[in-house]
């Protein structure tokens, strides 16, 4: 059972930055990673994935300001986020995905963007 924990969220100031870190406790090697988030009363979408092969997308919200990544030696994914704005306030998840579709979640971390 492959294991994630999500950091860095935290309160910023609208227009400031943040990098949130997912530490999974096993190789993400062959996995499609991506980050979620839900704000309050809204459903949960997708911010940004990459694959294996280093392949991104990004929902149209974030593009251009929000950048993920992942380092295959420390089994993390990163998101770093910019620019950040008040509709950015939200949980951020970390997903990881296997081929065959079995996911597993981590337990999310709060950001908060105030005006």
């Known amino acids: 059972q492959l294991q994630l924990v999500e950091s860095g969220g935290g309160l910023v100031q609208a227009g400031g930055s943040l990098r949130l870190s997912c530490a999974a406790s096993?190789?993400?090697?062959?996995?499609?990673m991506g980050w979620y988030r839900q704000a309050p009363g809204k459903q949960r979408e997708l911010v940004a994935a990459?694959?294996?092969?280093?392949?991104?997308d990004y929902a149209v919200s974030v593009k251009g300001r929000f950048t993920i990544s992942r380092d295959g030696t420390k089994n993390t994914v990163y998101l770093q986020m910019n620019s950040l704005k008040p509709e950015d306030t939200a949980v951020y998840y970390c997903q990881a995905v296997r081929d065959g579709g079995m996911d597993y979640w981590g337990k999310g971390t709060l950001v908060t963007v105030s005006s």
């Open positions: 990459i694959t294996s092969g280093g392949t991104t």
């Open positions: 096993g190789t993400i090697f062959r996995l499609t």
